[in-house]
């Protein structure tokens, strides 16, 4: 296996390479090449294949972090001490920020929500599965007595995360979409609580 060029030997970190990695695959998977994500740390394709064998096991990695760490952030959010209609806000101006402040990572949701077939979609149903079981059964035990009697939570949930995923990749259609204002919070205490 190749090792790191020595200029590059400071920075070629897993991290690193995973950041690159992100910003390819947003633009697709099959668009995204191995040698430029290499070029992007200042390394040589056999040097990450050093650390990620293959391309499958490098975007895995990329998954696999964005929700690990949309998952802590979700959990120290729900985890707060205020009451429950604080939490649910806070819950989704982090989804909404964690996605604004890293775009890549709603553009590789939305080509594998997509792409049935994509390379991630295991991945996908492994990680998001979870998350969205956790806010679920938060929801559900939480706000019990505020929350809509016959409201079908999951589907609450999905909606207000499709919103946010869209508006999130959707780069320079965003403002003329949806507009200047971030209306997130708005839709998820309409959809969610007996009363707003």
């Known amino acids: 296996m190749g090792r790191p ?13 995973l950041d690159a990695a992100e910003q390819a695959f947003a633009q697709g998977y099959e668009a995204a090449r191995l040698e430029d994500i290499a070029a992007a740390c200042g390394i040589r394709r056999p040097s990450l294949l050093y650390h990620f064998p293959s391309k499958d096991s ?6 696999r972090r964005t929700f690990a760490h949309l998952g802590a952030a979700l959990m120290t959010v729900m985890s ?48 998001v ?11 559900l035990l939480e706000g019990r007595d505020l929350l809509r009697p016959t409201l079908p939570v999951r589907a609450a949930i999905l909606q207000v995360a499709s919103a946010i995923i869209l508006r999130s990749a959707s780069g320079a259609l965003q403002q003329p979409l949806w507009g200047p204002i971030d209306q997130s919070r708005v839709l998820a205490r309409l959809l969610l609580f007996k009363e707003v």
């Open 58 to 63: 490098l975007y895995a990695a990329v998954v």
């Open 5 to 17: 060029l020595a200029s590059a030997a400071a920075t070629a970190t897993p991290e690193r390479l």
């Open 80 to 127: 707060r001490r205020l009451d429950f209609a604080a939490r649910v806000d806070n819950m989704v101006d982090t989804y909404a920020s964690f996605l604004a402040d890293n775009p890549a990572h709603a553009q590789i949701l939305v080509r594998e929500l997509v792409d049935a077939h994509g390379p991630g979609r295991d991945i996908l149903l492994g990680e």
């Open 129 to 139: 599965v979870p998350l969205l079981d956790l806010v679920e059964r938060f929801l």
